[in-house]
Nanobody, 121 residues
Framework: QVQLVESGGGLVQAGGSLRLSCTASGRYNMGWFRQAPGKEREFVAAISWSGISTTYADSVKGRFTISRDNAKNTVYLQMNGLKPEDTAVYYC??????????????????WGQGTQVTVSS
């Protein structure tokens, strides 16, 4: 059983930055998702187990960066230029699918508990 633990959420003003962290044992392709109140969970970013490949949702491309440090079993989501519409609970997830990066939440096998990100205007 893979345990994922997120940290780094909080309250920030529009235009500010936050970095989320997710610790997870094992070499999995990892993803970040978010869910705002009253909305469906949506894909944010994903990274391959090696860290070589990444993919982003159009809404965050150019503002968010996903990375990982396998020596620390940690995946990061650096969020710059935050907007009020980025407000959501952010979840990290791990998938046993390693041959390609997937954006669909049902492809992920393990999930963290979520961390709240609130961006004030």
């Amino acid at each position: 059983q893979v345990q994922l633990v997120e940290s780094g959420g909080g309250l920030v003003q529009a235009g500010g930055s936050l970095r989320l962290s997710c610790t997870a044992s094992g070499r999995y392709n990892m993803g970040w998702f978010r869910q705002a109140p009253g909305k469906e969970r949506e894909f944010v970013a994903a990274i391959s187990w090696s860290g070589i490949s990444t993919t982003y949702a159009d809404s965050v491309k150019g503002r968010f960066t996903i990375s990982r440090d396998n020596a620390k079993n940690t995946v990061y989501l650096q969020m710059n230029g935050l907007k009020p519409e980025d407000t959501a609970v952010y979840y990290c997830a791990a998938t046993q699918t390693r041959t390609y990066l997937t954006r669909t939440d049902y492809s992920y096998n393990y999930w963290g508990q979520g961390t709240q990100v609130t961006v004030s205007s």
